[in-house]
């Protein structure tokens, strides 16, 4: 039997004595693809630092496939993609194949370099996200969406067992974005991989994703679209209508008609 890919434990965090974080609790099995939503400060972010161990809450625990942040060290296991890119120096001196084969190198030992399998999976990642063409370019001398491209398939490319993506789809436009869904569902449905998704678009998240958490300081839902849609509970937070379009499970006219 599998660990738990991710456990969330009564955690509270704190920035200048304001509580941002209040008593999370929640545990993510392995396979599950998880939309997270949340209004604009809502804690978010922070609780995917808090992840990754880039925060240190004040109370609770983390738990990381069954071990405790602090044992935590294979970081191989996870790809990220933070909310913001900040703008690329267009002198930064760094290919998109190099680019893209940093995701590998966390998982190596020293001396640290690429086999030949794995200029293989990078090969195939920048066919997989159409950067195959530019791969020799400067990634400073690309568009916002191409550089986007480019960091994703770096979270991908070592194939990661658990993935976290915050905003990945904002400088992409709707076609990209699409092929991006599809090739995040085939990281989930036939490799297994975990994933959440950070994401503002409430109303299109149930298209793509199995589980729904909706946070705003504290955990105000975690669970299936269906739960979701009948959840007395969230009806008056987004109103009987809302829940029907965000869960994109049924009709919801028909639903209450019966």
């Not at 190596?108 to 195939?124: I, N, T, W």
Request: proline fraction near 4%; glycine fraction near 8%.
């Amino acid at each position: 039997m599998h660990a738990a890919t991710l456990s969330i434990e009564h955690l509270t965090f704190r920035y200048n004595a304001v509580d941002v974080l209040t008593d999370i609790n929640f545990s993510v099995e392995r396979g599950d693809y998880i939309g997270m939503v949340g209004p604009n400060g809502s804690g978010k972010t922070t609780l995917i630092k808090i992840i990754l161990g880039i925060l240190k809450p004040q109370h609770g625990h983390v738990l990381l496939f069954g071990r405790d942040m602090e044992e935590f060290s294979d970081w191989s296991r996870i790809g990220y993609l933070p909310q913001k890119i900040g703008a690329i120096n267009p002198r930064f001196p760094a290919t998109v194949r190099e680019v893209v084969s940093l995701g590998l190198l966390s998982g190596k030992g020293f001396p640290r370099y690429l086999g030949a399998s794995d200029s293989a999976a990078v090969e195939a990642l920048l066919n997989l996200f159409n950067i195959y063409d530019i791969r020799n370019d400067a990634i400073g001398e690309l568009s916002g969406g191409q550089q986007q491209r480019v960091l994703l398939a770096r979270a991908l490319v070592n194939n990661p067992e658990f993935i976290i993506l915050d905003e990945p789809t904002s400088a992409l436009d709707p076609e990209l974005r699409e092929r991006f869904f599809g090739i995040l569902k085939d990281f989930n449905e036939k490799r297994k991989s975990t994933i959440i998704l950070v994401t503002h678009d409430v109303g299109n998240i149930g298209k793509y994703t199995t589980k729904f958490l909706y946070i705003d300081k504290r955990l105000v839902f975690f669970g299936s679209f269906d739960d979701f849609c009948k959840s007395d509970d969230i009806t008056p937070l987004f109103g009987e209508f809302a829940q029907h379009i965000i869960c994109h499970r049924h009709n919801g006219s028909q639903e209450h008609e019966e």
